[in-house]
């Protein structure tokens, strides 16, 4: 029996079809994605997530400061960057203007400030960078205290990571931190920390490590030199004059220069004295090098 065509066959009866699965799709607002209406009121524009940096100098005291103290740690905590950069501002005016309400909770401070120095967002960490110079002026030498000198020590590390980035506006305020660190410190004790990081691995740390080392010779006397290590003090001078770094080695002259300014001060044979105390304590190679640094003053 022929098969009858498929155009003339019966249909069929369609299967009956089957249920979608409801599945809940997010209405969008139409304000979300910036369309007008025109019979709806316009929404107030959204934050700006711009942050305004403020120079020290423009910062004013708070109206209540024992009042406001107790809202700083929360919005340090605060999930929103935003908030963060705020209460980091308003930290820098308590240190500047209210210092004894901040002592208590400066170590929380400086443990947030290491935090936002970590945070990818540029603002923030320069933020925290800004703050970190103002807590060095208003605090100085009470950062090496036990109570915040584990947190004084990582936020060294992170300033000098951060003045060795590509990112140039943070690495200018990282730079300018770390003089107002070693400008607000005590000389020896703040040598101590950075002594740390002239062997370290990353060129650039071992770099900064050097400058803020030449700043703080040229601010010692003799007797703090001798206080830390004479010696010990020229041989990191003479290890960083082979450095891989022109800055390393530049602040390794300078530091070569503070010592033998202090060390000569009251000798007639200035350069006599100088080479004698050099072969006396370093390699022949380092003994020359220094020899010829101060020849060329």
């Known amino acids: 029996m022929a098969l009858r065509p498929l155009d003339n066959a019966l249909p069929t009866t369609p299967e009956r079809p089957k249920k979608q699965a409801k599945v809940a799709v997010p209405i969008q607002k139409q304000s979300d994605f910036g369309v007008n209406d025109e019979n709806k009121a316009p929404l107030p524009p959204t934050a700006d997530a711009s942050v305004d940096y403020i120079p020290s100098e423009n910062l004013e005291a708070m109206p209540d400061p024992e009042t406001q103290i107790t809202g700083l740690a929360e919005g340090l905590d605060s999930k929103d960057w935003t908030k963060v950069c705020e ?33 990818p967002r540029s603002a923030l960490c320069k933020t925290s960078i800004m703050a970190s110079a103002d807590i060095f002026n208003a605090f100085g030498d009470d950062l090496l205290q036990p109570t915040t000198s584990v947190a004084f020590d990582q936020m060294l590390l992170q300033l000098l990571l951060k003045a060795s980035q590509d990112k140039k506006f943070v690495c200018e305020e990282a730079d300018r931190a770390l003089k107002a660190m070693v400008g607000s410190m005590t000389s020896l004790p703040l040598l101590h920390k950075l002594h740390a990081y002239v062997n370290h691995a990353n060129p650039r740390i071992r770099a900064k490590a050097a400058i803020s080392i030449s700043h703080c010779v040229s601010k010692m006397g003799l007797e703090g030199m001798k206080e830390f290590g004479l010696v010990s003090l020229v041989q990191i001078a003479a290890d960083l004059l082979n450095d891989r770094l022109p800055e390393a080695r530049e602040a390794a002259r300078s530091t070569v220069i503070s010592i033998y300014d202090a060390l000569t001060e009251n000798e007639e044979q200035k350069q006599e004295s100088w080479q004698s105390f050099c072969q006396s304590n370093l390699s022949p190679l380092h003994a020359l090098s220094m020899a010829k640094i101060t020849l060329s003053q």
């Not at 004894?100 to 945070?119: F, G, T």
């Open 87 to 119: 209460s980091l501002n308003n930290a820098r005016r308590f240190a500047l203007f209210h210092s004894a309400l901040l002592a208590p909770i400066l170590e929380k401070v400086l443990l947030v400030q290491v935090k936002a120095m970590k945070n």
